[in-house]
């Protein structure tokens, strides 16, 4: 039987397209290898799309999933060391995984930034 969960965690925040790039996976360091990504952010998660929106919504009648990150307990910061780009963050989610998110356009990553620590900030930190 599914189980629905509350509205609010169903509402998507922001969504739009950025760079990403994941750089650790379960405490492993990964080769860095950025790619154009659809990201939807609600209150408790952001998911990824690999394809374009259009694509993806597609995908999604065919029960395909696309990879998603939980919030709770996730770090964000500006990550200038990490790369050669400008506008970067990271985030750290639980468990060993971190990705990179970049923009070239200093207002979109600004806002992005400040949308997903905002998120963070009101979950428990779990
Ligand atoms: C990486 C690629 C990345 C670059 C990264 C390189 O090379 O050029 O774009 O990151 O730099 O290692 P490859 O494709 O051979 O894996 P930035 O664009 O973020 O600088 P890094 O090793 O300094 O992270």
Known sequence: KDIIPPL???MVEKEGYLQKAKIADGGKK????WATTWI???S???EFY???KQQALSNMKTGHKPESVDLCGAQIEWA???S???NVFQVRILRGNEFLLQSDIEFIILDWFHAIKNAI???PKD
Do not use: A, C, T, Y
């Not at 990964?30 to 290898?33: A, E, F, G, P, Q």
């Open 8 to 10: 609010e965690q169903l």
């Open 30 to 33: 990964l080769r860095k290898n």
């Open 40 to 42: 939807v952010l609600s």
């Open 44 to 46: 408790q998660k952001i």
């Open 50 to 52: 690999k394809e374009s």
């Open 80 to 82: 200038k060391e990490k």
């Open 84 to 86: 050669s780009r400008k």
């Open 121 to 123: 900030d009101r979950l």
